[in-house]
């Protein structure tokens, strides 16, 4: 009987798999931190929220928005703008049957830039920290998509 | 000649395709909500919406916000924020070989927590009901990729 | 020994990962699109990023939004709200064994409204241009879900 691949004996989908969780992750933490920084500044967007602070007009005074979880949401925001398009090119990507060691160095260096994206909007760092990574991100998503209609073009 | 295994042989991807496209359809409903609501309630963001409702000045009273829009607007972006990294962990988890009563429970109660966590919104619930909703989805894919990662560590 | 199936020999799915890359690229140039405009008319969220046009106060004038930069942002959430269901949705249909010709006119008129989308919305076309892009794309993925449901059912 044939040995039959599975996508599990494929070392760039495992790669990409890993690599692809560990930054969907970070995204997702930047839910739990928003949540967080709600609760601990009292800072909420609807009145059914606001009650937990305070009742009647008490409570209104807490809806209303602060600098510091804007921050933390277009931090959240960019990640999905750039996350998402990395996992989406990324997965097919790696389906696509390329090098194991450009593809592992293309999943290192985006996700990497992510977090270092992260660090320099949150901590805020002087600019270009911030544009820096995300340019290093966005032509990493870039250079995936490109080989990948260099090598599987079929409209 | 062997039998060779299809991704529909597959008991797990085949209900997390079919888990999977009815939330996002769910999803998918808060644009079509919004949008009707935005026809309905006369409330545009853009120039040339308004024309549909006057000409000139007469136009420009419709430009404007509404606290009814907003939120069906803020619930669509939770789906985006907590759907996405669903579909993107599950499908990978899904393709990883779990057990198939463990992933079913897993789809099963992330798929019912976003409709929780939608009525929960729109109603609006009184709190905790939108912050459990939003809880138990987000454990259930914390939960995935916890054993995607524990699993398939490939680095 | 057996042939074997690749995902590589599989037609539709090679065609859906050539549409869903082109799309997703689209989507990403809206990024790109808003970091010139905020560069070039000075249009910034930030004040780590003010710095770069002025120091202290002279600085903080930056700060602002242009009707511009939102519209490109719009169009830009409106993508991610489109294109991004588009894509786990057609990725899980064109694993589902379609009528090659079926799905590639899917994937045509889906990648297709997303560019008319764009024209319209960054233009500004007189509606109903934007409204009907809207509709042929939402109606291109709402019918992939349908026979997704219909052909592959399992709860």
């Given amino acids: 009987m044939a040995e039959i ?23 997702m933490a930047m839910s ?3 949540g967080f920084l709600r609760v601990t500044k009292k800072v909420v967007v609807n009145p059914e929220d606001a009650l937990a602070f305070g009742k009647g007009e008490n409570g209104k005074k807490f809806i209303r928005t602060d600098e510091r979880v804007e921050r933390v949401r277009r931090t959240h925001l960019n990640d999905l703008e750039n996350v998402i398009p990395f996992f989406a090119i990324g997965l097919l990507y790696s389906l696509s049957g390329p090098d194991i060691s450009t593809a592992l160095w293309h999943f290192r260096i985006f996700v990497a830039s992510r977090f270092y994206h992260s660090i320099a909007y949150l901590t805020p760092l002087p600019q270009p ?19 990948l209609l260099k090598s599987t073009l079929y409209l």
Same sequence: chains 1, 2, 3.
Avoid: C, E, H
């Fill in 5 to 27: 691949p599975q996508l599990s004996d494929n070392k760039v989908f495992l790669a990409f798999t890993s690599y692809a969780t560990i930054v969907l992750l970070k995204m």
């Fill in 32 to 34: 739990a931190f928003t």
């Fill in 129 to 147: 920290n911030r544009g820096l990574a995300f340019f290093i991100g966005y032509g990493t998503t870039f250079s995936m998509a490109y080989r």
